[in-house]
């Protein structure tokens, strides 16, 4: 059974850009959440989505974005780049939705340097 | 707010030697979830442990326990038998039932992370 695959793997960006980052869950979920990781902030939960909809956002101004597909791909989109958006950005994807003990299963993350 | 405290930001520890790793956290909640995730350099995020907050037994999962004392607010993970293998950033998080979005989420609050490393 395939993981959690986040493409690209590595993206360097200029400020002032727009870049889309993909998430494909574990086949058959279709819960998927995003993270922002960084050495000064530390993970920080972006949002998640669960059949198509978005169920819970976080702190982030409203040039982060997401979406979920039929397919419970999900691709998170951030407008006008800023040097403090280089991160790893982690998708995890669950079976379930509201179970307290739902496990979230990781990609490997997205590094974006902008620059 | 819910909150995940880890104090030590890195750790060493003797290859066989078991280590504790330390979490506290803070919440009003009486239904939450606490995960320990092992992070290798790899950047992937890989799940070790899980301990509700109305199991009445610590969690164990082969050489990883979780030292539960729900009224110090604190979730210690254990590992036992180190091994160079386990050389990376162990985060704490916490997942709640909240009232927001109309019930629980699979959001996790992460602790700030400790850097394990196991000596030969």
Request: some cysteine; proline content about 3%; hydrophobic content about 30%.
């Amino acid at each position: 059974k395939a993981g959690v695959t986040q493409t690209p793997r590595y993206l360097i960006k200029t400020r002032g850009q727009q870049v889309t980052l993909s998430c494909s869950p574990i086949s058959g979920h279709r819960s998927v959440s995003w993270y922002q990781q960084t050495p000064g902030q530390g993970l920080q939960f972006l949002f998640e989505y669960f059949s198509e909809t978005q169920r819970n956002k976080g702190n982030f101004p409203g040039r982060f974005s997401g979406r979920q597909f039929s397919n419970s791909r999900s691709e998170m989109n951030v407008s006008t780049l800023e040097l403090g958006d280089s991160a790893l950005y982690l998708c995890a994807s669950s079976s379930t939705f509201r179970i307290m003990n739902t496990e979230a299963f990781f990609g490997q993350g997205t590094r974006l340097t902008v620059v | 707010a819910q909150k995940i405290t880890q104090t030590q930001p890195g750790m060493f520890v003797q290859e066989k030697e078991a280590v504790t790793l330390d979490c506290t956290y803070d919440t009003s909640d009486q239904s939450y979830g606490l995960f320990w995730y092992k992070q290798p350099s790899s950047g992937e995020m890989i799940f070790l442990i899980y301990q509700g907050s109305y199991d009445e037994q610590n969690a164990t999962e082969g050489r990883y326990s979780l030292n539960f004392q729900k009224a110090r607010k604190s979730a210690n993970l254990v590992i036992s038998a180190s091994q160079l293998g386990d050389s990376a950033m162990y985060f704490c998080a916490m997942r709640e039932a909240g009232e927001d979005y109309g019930g629980a989420t699979n959001k996790l609050i992460f602790g700030t992370g400790t850097l394990l490393a196991v000596q030969p």
